[in-house]
Every structure is written in C-alpha cells, then in structure tokens.
C-alpha cells in the first residue's frame, strides 16, 4: 500500500475542505476550478453592469419626477390664473379690482416661470418649452388655455416615460437577482458536504498514520529477529 501518495492526496483535499469551510466558497482560486472561476467573473461583471444599469434607470425616473412635480406646480398656477381670468371678465369689477387681480396673475406668471427653471443635479429637469406662454395681460383665456393643453401633453410624455424608466430598472434589477444567484451557485460551498468531506479525509490520515506506525513496528520486530 502507497501510505505516502494516500497521505499526499488527503493532505491535498483536507486543505482544500478547510479552504471552503473558511472562506465558503467552493472555489478560491483558478486551481480549483478554473472554467467555473472564468464564468463566475464574466457574470460578476454582468451583475455589476446590471445594478448600474438599474441605478441610471432610477435616476432618469428622478428626473422624470421632478419635472412632473414642477409641471404640476405649474398647472396650478395656470388653473388660478383661468379662473381670475373669467372673473375679471364678469363686468362687476372696478379698475381697482382688475389691477389687484392682474397682479396676481402677475405673480402666477412668475411662479410659472420659476418653475420652468427647475433643476435636476444642475440640469435643466423640463426640457424644451413645456409650454408656451400664457399672457397674464388683459386676462387672455386663449393663451391660457393653449399653456394647459401644452403643459397636459408634456406631463402626458414625462409620465410614460417615468413608467417606462420604473419597467427597466425593474427588469435590470431581477436580471443582477438572477446573476447574483447563479454566481453563488457556482462559488458558494456546500458546507455540509465541506464538512462531511473533511472528516472523511482526517479519517483517511488517521487510517494513513496508523498504518505507517504498523509498518514501522513490523519492521522493528524485524529487525529484532534478525539480529537474534
């Protein structure tokens, strides 16, 4: 019996038992299974391309938000401005009335156009001309009627595209689940049988070392005999 190769090959995976049961990976280095490390990496890289990926998607979908919180804002002030347009156009006001509702339309105006410059990480979060201008002078309905419909229309496309953004983070993140779980399956030990083969091997060196003090008590008796 080869007790020397016995002892070389417990040696051998005892090591490699211990290696699992200590890190929990089955695989800890190219030498122990180097076509599973190389496909393990490239899906590390996959999962860690995907959570960026679901990171930007979130991002967009911030932007997206903002722009409508603020196109909301701004559909108040043009609801306010309608209505104290066709109230000043009810022939019961005097000229001092007009004026103090002008001015607040004046000042809804200003709301509005404040409100168009909201940023997103110091970028513009409403791109292009969310709506056209509505003209606070003389009480013009046509105007204000026209900035609402522009302004539904881009909360309309902001809206679809906030859902859009949500339905591909999600996708990403269940797609970096999926690779993340795949990953494991491929690197994760299975520490019963970690430790199950451990034992085993420290069972084979126990057997290896009394076989060796067996060989080594024969041969003294042996030798004994011989020198008799």
Request: hydrophobic residues 35%; glycine residues 4%; charged residues 20%.
């Amino acid at each position: 019996m080869n007790l020397s190769a016995i002892g070389s090959s417990s040696n051998s995976k005892a090591s490699q038992y211990y290696k699992q049961l200590s890190s929990g990976k089955k695989i800890n280095s190219a030498a122990d299974d180097a076509a599973g490390l190389a496909i393990a990496e490239k899906q590390k890289a996959a999962v860690t391309q995907a959570k960026v990926s679901t990171q930007n998607y979130q991002r967009y979908q911030d932007k997206a938000n903002v722009a409508d919180s603020a196109m909301s804002g701004m559909t108040d002030y043009l609801q306010d401005m309608n209505a104290n347009s066709i109230r000043a156009m009810n022939g019961l006001m005097s000229e001092s009335d007009l004026a103090a509702i002008q001015q607040v339309n004046d000042q809804f105006a200003e709301g509005i156009s404040q409100l168009g410059d909201t940023t997103y990480n110091e970028m513009p979060a409403i791109e292009g001309d969310a709506i056209s201008s509505a003209t606070p002078q003389n009480f013009d309905l046509s105007s204000i009627d026209s900035a609402l419909a522009s302004l539904n229309t881009s909360r309309s496309q902001v809206g679809a595209e906030s859902n859009g953004y949500a339905y591909a983070a999600a996708v990403t993140a269940n797609t970096a689940e999926n690779l993340t779980a795949s990953v494991s399956r491929l690197e994760d030990a299975d520490m019963a049988e970690a430790v199950s083969g451990l034992k085993k091997e420290q069972t084979l060196e126990d057997f290896r070392v009394q076989m060796q003090k067996k060989e080594q008590d024969d041969q003294a008796n042996q030798n004994r005999l011989f020198y008799q």
